[in-house]
């Protein structure tokens, strides 16, 4: 199986910055793409940004310019940096996978999700 652990969440002035990190373990064959989402009570999971295992990267407008994800394919590791962050970034963050595990004698695809880190910021 695929877990993810997630670290870096907190709170932040209007302005200012954090990096948030994501790292992968298990019976991982491969990883395909990895992304952050977000989520605000009552509101639906929303992509923030995602990667894929050649680096090509997606960001949400409301990010673009502000935000950067990164990733350390030896390390299963994903990042994100937020800079100038704004008060409407205040969300639950939550990692993503898409990746290839091994299953007994088998690979299998599967979809994993972090435990989600709260980024709060004060205006």
């Known amino acids: 199986q695929v877990q993810l652990v997630e670290s870096g969440g907190g709170l932040v002035q209007a302005g200012g910055s954090l990096r948030l990190s994501c790292a992968a373990s298990?019976?991982?064959?491969?990883?395909?793409?990895m992304g952050w989402y977000r989520q605000v009570p009552g509101k639906q999971r929303e992509l923030v940004t995602s990667?894929?295992?050649?680096?090509?990267?997606n960001y949400a407008d409301s990010v673009k310019g502000r935000f950067t994800i990164s990733r350390d394919n030896a390390k299963k590791t994903v990042y994100l940096q937020m800079n100038s962050l704004k008060p409407e970034d205040t969300a639950v963050y939550y990692c993503n996978a898409d990746a290839l595990v091994r299953v007994r004698e088998s690979i299998i695809a599967m979809e994993q999700w972090g435990q989600g880190t709260q980024v709060t910021v004060s205006s």
């Open positions: 298990g019976s991982i064959f491969s990883i395909n793409a």
């Open positions: 990667i894929t295992s050649g680096g090509s990267t």
